[in-house]
Nanobody, 123 residues
């Protein structure tokens, strides 16, 4: 399994931007598909974005499409989530996750998770 550590969360006003980073350990990082998920208080963890091992294939939830961009730098063992035009409803703990094989929207298919980073968007 790969170890994951997120960073970059914080407090931002509505309409602002943040970039989350997720650094993975190990030489096998480039073989994993990566996903970003978020969980708001009292709600289930939900899919936001995913990227395949090479970075050429991405997928987004409808709620963030056109505002968020997922990317990766395998030389740095890092995946990013650029979040623009943030809304108060984007407030949540954001998690990155890794899985073998192709990317997926399903939480249960990801075997490795980071500890999460808090994103708070004020109105």
């Amino acid at each position: 399994q790969v170890q994951l550590v997120e960073s970059g969360g914080g407090l931002v006003q509505a309409g602002g931007s943040l970039r989350l980073s997720c650094m993975g350990s190990g030489r096998a990082f480039s073989s994993y598909a990566m996903g970003w998920f978020r969980q708001a208080p009292g709600k289930e963890r939900e899919f936001e974005a995913a990227i395949n091992w090479s970075g050429y294939s991405t997928d987004y939830a409808d709620s963030v499409k056109g505002r968020f961009t997922i990317s990766r730098d395998n030389a740095k063992n890092t995946v990013y989530l650029q979040m623009n035009s943030l809304k108060p409803e984007d407030t949540a703990v954001y998690y990155c996750a890794a899985k073998r094989g192709g990317s997926s929207r399903r939480v249960v298919e990801y075997g490795s998770w980071g500890q999460g980073t808090q994103v708070t968007v004020s109105s």
